[in-house]
Every structure is written in C-alpha cells, then in structure tokens.
C-alpha cells in the first residue's frame, strides 16, 4: 500500500518524495519515530530513546535496523539489574558518521587559524562525556 502510494505521488502528481524501506527476514513492526530526530535520522545519528534519569551510572548504546531492539532490551536490563541509565541511539549510517568525522579532520588540519569543525557524532553524543559508549551490529 506504501509502495502503491509512493509510486501514484511521484509518477501521477509529479511530487519529489522520498521513502526509505527496510527488509529484513523478521517480522516486526517497526516503532515510531521520535519528534525532533530527523536532522539526525539523514545525517546518521539520533536518540532513540533516553534512560532513566535518576540513575547514577550512565551508558549509551548505539545500534542499527534489527538490532535495536537488543539494545532496548539491554537498556531495561542495565536499568533494572545494574542501577546504570542507558540511552539508545540508532545510528542509521555508521558509513556517514565515519565520512563527516574525517571531513571535518581534514578541514582542521588545513585550516589551523580558522575556529576548528566539531564532527556530527562528536556534537550530538560526547556531550554524554561520562557515560561508556557501546555499539551493537547484527551484521
């Protein structure tokens, strides 16, 4: 039905839209996107969701597609288990992060007098400073 939609808005009514599907070999409903994100849905990162906020200890989990919701389980667990608040973030393109990170290096480097670049990942998540970072991948 998407797919049907889609196809009608851009080839019938001439409108520039962009959908971005996922397969994968589960069958899951996919959860609903958070307000604010989507600056950081297209540049590779954003905050799934935030842990509790009356913990002592801090942890951020990156994740991406299906494993996400590991990493929520793994939220709940370290939240009820370990007394350690854990935010998720789903990181949608490691491969842009990656790319932003050295552009923005480079530029630094070539530019010494100028005020230096702050990478994406580095402005949106190390503001999180004392918390231990972990990535999770399925692939």
Known sequence: MIIAD???????ENEEVFYYLTLYNENYA????????EEGILRGLYKFKTGPETL??????????????EALRA???LAEKYDVAADVWSATSYKLLR???IKT??????????P???AFCRATIVRESKARF???SDT
Do not use: C, Y
Not at 30 to 37: A, D, I, W
Not at 105 to 110: E, K, S, T, V
């Open 75 to 77: 939220q709940q667990i």
């Open 116 to 118: 230096p670049r702050v």
């Open 105 to 114: 290096a480079r530029w630094n480097m070539l530019h010494p007098t100028m």
């Open 6 to 12: 889609g196809m009608r808005r851009m080839f019938v």
């Open 99 to 101: 790319n932003d990170a």
């Open 56 to 69: 002592k200890l801090k942890a951020q989990i990156l994740g991406s597609g299906p494993i996400i919701r």
């Open 30 to 37: 996919m959860p609903t996107m958070p307000e604010g994100v």
């Open 134 to 136: 972990f990535a999770v």
